[in-house]
């Protein structure tokens, strides 16, 4: 019987090193935000303020930054992601006072009791923005944007700008395949990679599984969900690797696409994720059930620690689109897509914590966890069982 209290010791600490992932950092999740235009039922930034933590949420992303929200959020713990607007991205590049002064407006009265941690200098700018702005604009601004900062003696935001991935990344199947797009590849992402690298700053990319299984009739419902179920996976046979879902293989398609560059380890931001609770008639998926299935889906796989195939510490930040349906008004056409998880009236849509301390999807993990236990320690039952009879016999 002596060996027996060691196996039991091993198959307890290897069982204790297969939960050791929940202890490294886990993603921290955020919520989109776009300040309406003033509208009667606009809420105040102080509700705001105290509505987006209450919903688990530790960060918020603004699109188009606020003065008076980002001060309702100085002295509280929610990290602030700013958008600098696609429109003011061409005028930041012709000249850096143009970058001071946004900062001098939206940063410096409230920076360092407002927790900015990132700004991102326009979003999806090059297939948003009008023809005879390039590649060569958005780096400018980008680098009159971080210049600003160290003119003010400001070291610790860093600087980005955020792509789609659908506008960034070609042949994104199977993941190792995965490429940015020509001519923007060599043009700006091979410098804009270094500059990430050089100020340390994270590569930020909008990853809609929704518009992804829309385009591509192979892909099951179930595998844009989240849906554990048998069968449900696409294996990646380059790299050898299985995926459970699509968001965590459109992760991977970005993180293949920026290593192929040579740029291994730069942290990985998704500025946008979401499911729409609604479309236009042909858009049967987007329903509030299915948006249900895919945020709880979301919040599970990224507390869970598991990373992704090819990264194990997975994205550093995801935030959800969006914190509030647009609201419709009489007499304006009713917007096709809602993505909000508050209706405008601000109840919420859908029950999820999105801090994801209600361990939705944890009973999984945790069954997982006694499955793979019992079966550890099985040979030491039968032994035991053995022993049993030996004495009965
Ligand atoms: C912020 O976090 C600290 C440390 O966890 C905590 O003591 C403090 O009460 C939090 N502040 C707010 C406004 O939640
Ligand atoms: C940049 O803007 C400042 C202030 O508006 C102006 O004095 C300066 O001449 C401009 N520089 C260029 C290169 O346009
Ligand atoms: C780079 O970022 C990491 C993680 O945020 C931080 O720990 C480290 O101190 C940063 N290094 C520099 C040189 O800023
Ligand atoms: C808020 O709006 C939603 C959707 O229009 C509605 O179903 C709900 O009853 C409203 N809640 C309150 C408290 O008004």
């Known amino acids: 019987m002596a060996p027996l209290p060691s196996f039991l010791t091993l198959a307890l600490s290897l069982h ?47 699109l188009n930054p606020d003065p008076a929200l980002t001060r309702s959020f100085t002295y509280t713990n929610t990290t602030l992601l700013l958008t600098i607007p696609n429109p003011l991205v ?59 900062l160290l003119d003010l003696g400001i070291r610790k935001i860093s600087v980005s700008t955020s792509f789609s991935f659908t506008n960034a990344i070609s042949r994104p199947f199977p993941p190792s395949s995965a490429l940015f797009h020509e001519p923007a590849s060599d043009n700006l992402i091979k410098p804009f ?107 599970a796989h990224l507390k869970s620690g598991l990373g992704t195939p090819l990264r194990k510490e997975g994205v550093a930040e995801a935030y959800i689109f969006e914190l509030f349906d647009k609201e419709v008004r009489p007499g304006v056409s009713q917007p096709e897509r809602q993505w909000g998880i508050l209706y405008p009236n601000m109840t919420q849509k859908y029950k999820i914590d999105f801090s994801g301390s209600d361990r939705i999807g944890g009973s999984w993990l945790f069954a997982g966890n006694m499955i793979w236990l019992t079966l550890m320690l099985l040979p030491l039952i039968i032994c035991f069982l053995g022993d049993l009879q030996m004495t009965v016999l």
């Open 16 to 62: 204790f090193l297969y939960l050791l992932p929940g202890i490294t950092s886990l993603p921290t999740l955020g919520v989109t935000y776009f300040t309406p235009a003033p509208i009667p039922s606009k809420p105040k930034p102080e509700r705001i303020a105290t509505t987006i933590p209450s919903l688990g949420f530790a960060s918020v992303r603004f």
């Open 90 to 148: 061409p005028p930041i590049a012709a000249n850096r006072s143009n970058a001071l002064r946004w900062l001098n407006l939206h940063v410096v009265p409230f920076y360092p009791r407002a927790r900015i941690t990132t700004i991102s200098v326009g979003n999806d700018f090059l297939s948003a923005s009008t023809p005879g702005f390039s590649s060569s604009h958005l780096l400018r601004a980008i680098r009159n944007v971080h210049l600003a």
């Open 193 to 299: 990679l270094q500059f990430l690298r050089d100020t340390n700053s994270s590569f930020l990319i909008n990853i809609y599984p929704y518009n992804v299984y829309r385009s591509n009739a192979d892909i099951p419902i179930a595998f844009a969900l989240f849906q554990e179920l048998p069968f449900n996976f696409r294996d990646d046979l380059t790299t050898g690797v299985r995926y459970r879902n699509l968001f965590e293989m459109m992760v991977d398609a970005v993180n293949s696409a920026i290593a192929v560059m040579g740029y291994e380890n730069i942290p990985l931001i998704v500025s946008e994720t979401g499911w729409p609770s609604s479309g236009d008639a042909s858009e049967v998926d987007a329903n509030t059930a299915y948006a249900e299935m895919y945020l709880k889906g979301l919040v």
